[in-house]
């Protein structure tokens, strides 16, 4: 029975991770709404089924039309599902409508939420959620004119719960965000039944905890803001810490919203100050890259190295996310993330290195990106970085192209002459693809070579594992004292879930899941 389901979520999760970003975001709130307008023919929620379908179209339009005109303005690609899942978002946190001027609110909204994305930005990235934004503006607006409505939050049905925590879910995994939705509903619920508690002690009334909970939980907007909304990677700043305290600062607010005037700082004014929060954590100035030479390491990886115009700071196994304006980008736009290759010691040079085979219109774009071309980097994030404890022995699994940031710290350890105990397990599809040798010789510490074929020639303190797939019991079997050390494991998603029994016995646990570009 636990094989069959650990066999399941390997599978569930390995779709996951081939589904882009947009794409699963936009899928989880297709099916919500599916859901919500078949509840919807029971009468059982606050909206129609008419109400659902006209207000759906209505903000849509409204963004798509906003978008269209930006897109011609700043010669920026249409992103079809980005205007999408904003419309859905909107959908279900303002009141859907069949009144005239209820419309042309949602409308108005939605046209403010796209624009939002063109105009709070910053080094092309919006800075504030666009749906939270589109909301606010409208319910600022209902104070003067309350007959264009205001944000509603219907999705904090109790009817809906299960669906949004389902999807939800499915969200937050792909994103890797659960721990931090998760903080952010433990501190909103326990902030509420504190708010409460406050304020029935001052009317002299007993708190009920069972119906305060209940309503919540199960009747509050906190699981779809935090699971589509708060999760939002653009308007999340890098750092897991930082993360947290957005979460934190979310969650009190909308625990406890504030009066300003006939307005609460709660819900999505909660997540804009959040938003406003993390730009602060992430905010840097872009950094121009000049190439200066292209390297052909194994048949599918290239090594680019770069000069920076002025230093770059990071730490060994972070990322950066690389700009290459190109013409006509497909929906993923002009940007990607690549883990840093090269060490700090190495500066100002600065490596990255990608695989070919994506047909991706990025993908083409920098493969023919040449010595002397300037690109840009527009961010480092990342918390795949070594224990700061030295005598902490570490086990390092990497997959195909996911061994760059180990090269990274590999390369720091030796340049800086930091000792470390290190064990290293290398997954390649053949001999031809185990990229980095050099360093990895280099580093001097014990390699595992995971390929279907044994190598013919492997460097001394090399061994070939044997010709099967890598999974948690071979992964026992390979690092027998995986319990002393802490396992970073760097590959596609399908590999860290297989791993993942394995994984529970270490002495800690840190994943960098890729999915291509």
Do not use: C
């Not at 007959?147 to 219907?154: Q, V």
């Not at 994103?175 to 903080?183: D, F, G, N």
């Not at 690109?375 to 390092?396: C, E, Q």
């Not at 001097?444 to 074929?453: E, F, L, N």
């Amino acid at each position: 029975m636990i094989s069959t389901l650990t066999g399941l979520w390997n599978r569930v999760f390995g779709l996951l991770g081939r589904a882009s970003m947009y794409r699963l975001v936009l899928f989880a709130l297709s099916a919500l709404a599916v859901i919500a307008l078949g509840i919807s023919f029971t009468g059982q929620l606050a909206a129609g089924p008419l109400q659902i379908v006209v207000s759906a179209g209505v903000v849509v339009a409204a963004i798509a039309a906003v978008d269209a005109v930006a897109q011609r303005i700043l010669r920026r690609p249409w992103r079809i599902e980005s205007a999408l899942i904003t419309g859905l978002i909107l959908l279900f946190v303002l009141r859907p409508t069949l009144d005239p001027w209820g419309l042309i609110g949602i409308a108005i909204a939605g046209a403010v939420a796209s624009a939002s994305k063109y105009v709070l930005a910053w080094q092309g990235r919006h800075i504030f959620n666009p749906a939270a934004v589109g909301a606010t503006v409208l319910t600022a607006l209902s104070i003067a004119f309350p007959d264009l409505g205001s944000s509603w939050w219907w999705v904090g049905s109790p009817l809906l719960v299960a669906p949004v925590v389902l999807l939800g879910l499915v969200v937050l995994l792909r994103t890797e965000k659960v721990r931090v939705v998760a903080l952010f509903l433990l501190v909103a619920v326990l902030v509420g039944l504190l708010r409460t508690f406050v304020q029935t002690q001052a009317a002299g009334l007993p708190l009920d905890l069972g119906l305060t909970l209940t309503q919540l939980v199960l009747q509050s907007p906190f699981l779809f803001l935090g699971a589509f909304m708060l999760s939002e990677p653009l308007t999340l700043p890098p750092r897991r810490r930082q993360q947290a305290v957005v979460a934190v600062v979310v969650g009190v607010l909308a625990g406890w919203p504030i009066a300003l005037g006939e307005i609460t700082l709660g819900q999505e004014r909660a997540l804009l100050i959040g938003n406003l929060v993390a730009f602060f954590f992430a905010m840097r100035t872009a950094v121009r890259l000049t190439i200066v030479e292209r390297l052909s390491l194994t048949p599918t990886v290239r090594e680019l190295s770069f000069r920076a115009e002025r230093p770059v700071r990071f730490a060994p196994g972070q990322y950066l996310e690389l700009e290459v304006p190109h013409p006509h980008p497909d929906a993923r736009g002009t940007r990607r993330e690549f883990s840093i290759l090269s060490s700090p010691e190495e500066l100002p040079i600065v490596k990255i290195a990608m695989r070919e085979g994506s047909q991706s219109s990025y993908k083409k774009a920098l493969a023919h990106v040449q010595p002397g071309d300037e690109l840009a980097i527009t961010g480092i994030w990342g918390d795949f970085v070594l224990p700061r404890k030295t005598s902490t022995p570490i086990l390092m699994v990497a997959a195909g192209i996911g061994v760059t940031p180990f090269v990274s710290q590999l390369r720091h350890l030796r340049l800086a002459q930091e000792q470390r105990d290190v064990v290293f397990v290398y997954v390649a599809s053949g001999e031809d693809e185990l990229a980095f040798r050099e360093d990895l010789v280099a580093s001097g510490v014990p390699v595992i070579v995971v390929t279907r074929d044994q190598p013919a020639h492997l460097p001394d303190g090399w061994r070939w594992a044997g010709g099967t797939r890598l999974d948690a019991e071979g992964l026992l079997r390979l690092v027998p004292d995986i319990s002393a050390r802490h396992a970073f494991v760097s590959g596609p998603p399908a590999l860290i879930a297989s791993l993942a029994p394995a994984l529970e016995k270490a002495r800690g646990i840190t994943t960098d899941a890729f999915t291509g570009y």
